[in-house]
């Protein structure tokens, strides 16, 4: 491996979103051109299911996982503005939002986290 190319890729005409950390070469295929968040933030969501790993087919113990969403930031690169992105780790969804769309989702979970702490038992 030499040295890392400082030189953007041929098919990257405008810099990158400063919230970009990916590294971009002139091999990525098309649909791999995507700018992509480093940031990512990890929820666990405790009052789900667990999810039974693959472990089961080879007789050895039955793990467990916890349900757990991502979120990150992406955008292709021919794309107008970036998406956010939400996917359970065990493939459980997949979502992809515009801005206003997880500014929608935003408010409703903070609407919805209102509510439910305004209940007093
Ligand atoms: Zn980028």
């Known amino acids: 491996m030499g040295k890392p190319d400082k030189r953007p890729p041929y098919w990257l005409v405008e810099t ?3 919230w970009c950390d990916k590294f971009h070469g002139d091999e990525d ?11 990512r933030q ?5 009052t789900m299911e667990p999810v039974r ?8 113990e039955v793990e467990f996982e916890p349900c757990t969403v991502q979120v990150w930031v992406e955008q292709g690169y021919r794309e107008i503005e970036p998406r956010i992105r939400l ?4 493939g459980l969804g997949l979502f ?6 997880a500014d929608r989702l935003a408010q409703a ?5 209102k509510l439910g702490r305004s209940t007093t038992l």
């Open 87 to 90: 996917e359970e780790d065990h």
């Open 16 to 18: 990158c979103p400063t």
């Open 96 to 101: 992809a939002l515009s801005l206003d769309e």
């Open 53 to 60: 790993l693959a472990s089961l087919a080879t007789g050895s």
């Open 109 to 113: 979970l903070a609407e919805a986290v």
């Open 42 to 46: 990890r929820i666990v969501l405790c």
């Open 29 to 39: 295929l098309v649909d791999d051109r995507r700018h992509v968040s480093r940031w």
